[in-house]
């Protein structure tokens, strides 16, 4: 069974910035990270394959956020930069053994409790 933790999501002013941090229990070869804001569906917002450290991302925050991880230590990050309001919702982290969808939810079978992000000013 593996075991996610996130932390480091807050309320910051739009331009803003925010460091997302996972920690989990064991290796996984997929990594990501999904955001669902009240009555919206959970979105995939950027993923990362360890082997060739391929990155997938949502377009709208493409060249603001950067997912990275560190594999000797089980951690995922996502550097959120130029914060806007739309990106406020619940930021979960995710693993998996294997996808086919790396930004589908249903790629992934393992899931943090979650850490909120509120943008506003």
């Known amino acids: 069974q593996v075991q996610l933790v996130e932390s480091g999501g807050g309320s910051v002013p739009p331009g803003g910035s925010l460091r997302l941090s996972c920690a989990s229990s064991t290796y996984t070869p997929w990594m990501g990270w999904f955001r669902q804001a009240p009555g919206k569906e959970r979105e995939g917002v950027a993923s990362i394959y360890s082997t060739d450290i391929t990155t997938y991302y949502l377009d709208s925050v493409k060249g603001r956020f950067a997912i990275s991880r560190d594999n000797a230590n089980f951690t995922l990050y996502l550097q959120m930069n130029n914060l806007k309001p739309d990106d406020t919702a619940m930021y979960y982290c995710?693993?998996?053994?294997?996808?086919?969808?790396?930004?589908?939810?249903?790629?992934?079978?393992?899931w943090g409790q979650g850490t909120q992000v509120t943008v506003s000013s």
């Open positions: 995710a693993a998996s053994k294997g996808v086919e969808l790396p930004l589908s939810k249903d790629s992934y079978n393992y």
